[in-house]
């Protein structure tokens, strides 16, 4: 009967031993989760790193609304930032002033400085995500200006100024850090990732500030080299597949505009080889549906129709022919050509073209051509008779 117990007692004491418990815990009333992050270059080349925190305790009950906050929390959320010799150090001595733990698990976005991305951004990028919780879904941006400025500016649409980042980078070309990283590091591809910025607009003559994304960056290797204008970003749409349910506006001849909404968009590559060098077609298919006549002409008509078609292709064309001619003439292969010759002809890509790509992309010849195509033809605005 001794023995028994002496066992029990034994086996007992050894359980115990693997029973950890919460050694480790933390409290979420000791955390401060982070939403958003944002990294700028300071003078003497510091680095200084703003977060985005929400305050709970702001945002529920009645009365409550979108925007506020800025470093003096008065709204639902908080913002601050820390100054450092590298973004690590920035990162250390913002935690000094928190009394919470800063918990990044949950950031959605990540927004690098004008500055910085024009400095080389890959760094910044690595550094971030040491940090265990991070998750390489996060959307990245850069911003116009700085970084810290964007996540201070309020919305009117959500409580966060993070989480209106984030939906409107769902909405349109939302570049997580995976995608960017992977852009880096495939030979003969360059990453495009979407701009955020302060735009100015008034409402009953009082002005004010909302956050905008209408344009992008183009990289070369990790360093911004250009921003798109608009013509230009319609064309880094078409190359990514992503102009269903964009609009295109163009010129009937001198009578006045029409307006498209792409409901289906295809873009193909063709390569072949002529004198010794690569030669790419890019074929684009787009399908829309006529959303504005201005000159209101009947597109029923064979011979208006041709006429409205052919203005669409054209536009279609020099958008997407605007942008290759920029971005190559800086040497910036943001189509991927380069991308393609790795993968389907890598023995030719390692022995020709790899070691100069970016200089031989000035000379390449890239031919656009468009297949389009217009439906509802018969949209020419409301009319009413006696």
Same mark, same amino acid.
Request: proline share 4%; charged share 30%.
């Given at each position: 009967m001794k023995n028994r117990t002496l066992l029990l007692f034994i086996w007992t004491l050894l359980s115990s031993i693997l029973l950890t418990a919460c050694w480790d815990r933390r409290e979420i009333n000791d955390l401060?989760?982070?939403?958003?992050?944002?990294?700028?270059?300071?003078?003497?080349?510091?680095?200084?790193?703003?977060?985005?925190v929400?305050?709970?305790?702001?945002?529920?009950?009645?009365?409550?609304s979108g925007g506020g906050g800025g470093t003096g929390g008065e709204g639902p959320y908080y913002v601050d930032s820390g100054t450092g010799k590298n973004i690590r150090d920035s990162n250390m001595n913002l935690q000094n002033r928190m009394s919470r733990s800063l918990y990044f698990a949950h950031?959605?976005?990540?927004?690098?400085?004008?500055?910085?991305?024009?400095?080389?951004?890959?760094g910044a990028i690595n550094v971030i995500l040491i940090q265990p919780q991070s998750r390489?879904?996060?959307?990245?941006?850069?911003?116009?200006?700085?970084?810290?400025?964007i996540l201070s500016t309020q919305s009117k649409l959500e409580q966060l100024p993070g989480e209106a980042i984030r939906e409107m980078a769902k909405n349109g070309i939302g570049m997580t850090v995976k995608d960017?990283?992977?852009?880096?590091?495939?030979?003969?591809?360059? @990453?495009?990732?979407?701009?955020?910025?302060? %735009?100015?607009? &008034?409402?009953?003559? +009082?002005?004010?500030e909302e956050m905008e994304m209408s344009s992008f960056a183009i990289l070369k290797g990790d360093k911004v080299i250009f921003t798109t204008n608009s013509k230009e970003s319609r064309a880094v749409l078409w190359?990514?597949?992503?102009?269903?349910?964009?609009?295109?506006?163009f010129p009937y001849g001198d009578e006045g505009e029409l307006n498209i909404k792409i409901i289906q968009s295809k873009l193909n590559r063709q390569f072949s080889i002529v004198r010794g060098k690569p030669r790419f077609t890019l074929t684009v298919k787009a399908t829309g549906t006529l959303m504005e006549n201005e000159p209101n002409v009947s597109l029923e008509? @064979?011979?208006?129709?041709?006429?409205?078609? %052919?203005?669409? &292709?054209?536009?279609? +064309?020099?958008?997407?022919?605007?942008?290759?001619?920029?971005?190559?003439?800086?040497?910036?292969?943001?189509a991927g050509f380069g991308w393609y010759l790795y993968k389907n002809h890598n023995k030719r890509w390692e022995r020709e073209w790899k070691k100069d790509w970016g200089n031989s992309l000035k000379d390449m010849e890239v031919k656009v051509t468009v297949?389009?195509?217009?439906?509802?033809?018969?949209?020419?605005?409301?009319k009413f008779k006696e």
């Open positions: 401060a989760f982070v939403i958003a992050t944002g990294v700028d270059t300071e003078k003497e080349g510091k680095y200084r790193t703003a977060v985005q929400p305050l709970p305790s702001a945002m529920g009950g009645s009365g409550s950031r959605r976005v990540v927004v690098i400085g004008e500055d910085l991305a024009e400095k080389g951004m890959e390489l879904s996060t959307f990245l941006l850069i911003s116009k200006g700085d970084a810290s400025e960017v990283l992977q852009d880096l590091e495939r030979p003969g591809k360059e @990453p495009i990732i979407p701009v955020i910025e302060k %735009a100015k607009i &008034e409402i009953k003559g +009082k002005a004010t190359l990514l597949d992503s102009m269903r349910g964009k609009s295109v506006t008509d @064979p011979k208006v129709y041709t006429k409205a078609l %052919a203005s669409f &292709e054209k536009e279609i +064309k020099s958008e997407i022919s605007a942008l290759l001619d920029h971005s190559h003439s800086e040497g910036s292969d943001i297949d389009g195509e217009i439906q509802r033809l018969t949209n020419t605005g409301l």
